[in-house]
């Protein structure tokens, strides 16, 4: 669904975050209750979400660069719900003329009491997992903004996924 949210793309180096030299984290072990799913294998069936979010916490947002006509920009939220979190990605659509951005449902998991951060952490790793497997994604080049989820920990996140 088209949005008139639009996303910070930094246009220089110095305008990412640091990337080269981190601490070495492990992703949090997941809550025993918290059961990640992604939206197109297993549809969210009650409340599903029938306009762009509202209330959201921004994660992170990545980038490949395959090449100068072949890209992908992700933007990652949180979106909490009484009965559960919902992942969004608020990505740019760049075949239509003027470009906008997207606000795409992509995987889900149920209310239990765990952090924001911890729900997050292993919604990216499924929702990445599910990409490898079935669009054979390969790893991010690079990250271009950090929210809720750190550069160590999108690192952590990538070496569970790739």
Excluded at 40 to 53: A, D, E, I, T, V
Excluded at 113 to 140: M, T
Aim: aromatic share 14%; glycine share 2%; charged share 25%.
């Amino acid at each position: 669904m088209s949005t008139k949210h639009s996303s910070f793309i930094p246009m220089a180096p110095e305008h990412r975050p640091q990337q080269r030299l981190n601490e070495v984290v492990s992703v949090p072990l997941i809550h025993d209750k918290l059961k990640p799913k992604i939206d197109w294998l297993n549809p969210l069936q009650k409340r599903r979400p029938k306009g762009s979010p509202r209330k959201l916490s921004f994660l992170c947002s990545v980038e490949w660069a395959w090449s100068p006509m072949h890209n992908r920009i992700d933007n990652y939220y949180l979106n909490p719900r009484r009965d559960g979190w919902l992942l969004w990605i608020n990505r740019l659509n760049d075949h239509t003329v003027p470009w906008t951005w997207w606000w795409d449902f992509v995987a889900y998991a149920n209310k239990c009491k765990a952090e924001d951060y911890l729900v997050a952490n292993h919604l990216l790793i499924e929702y990445w997992k599910n990409e490898a497997e079935y669009q054979g994604l390969d790893e991010y080049h690079w990250i271009n903004n950090t929210g809720l989820i750190s550069v160590e920990e999108m690192h952590a996140i990538a070496r569970e996924v790739w």
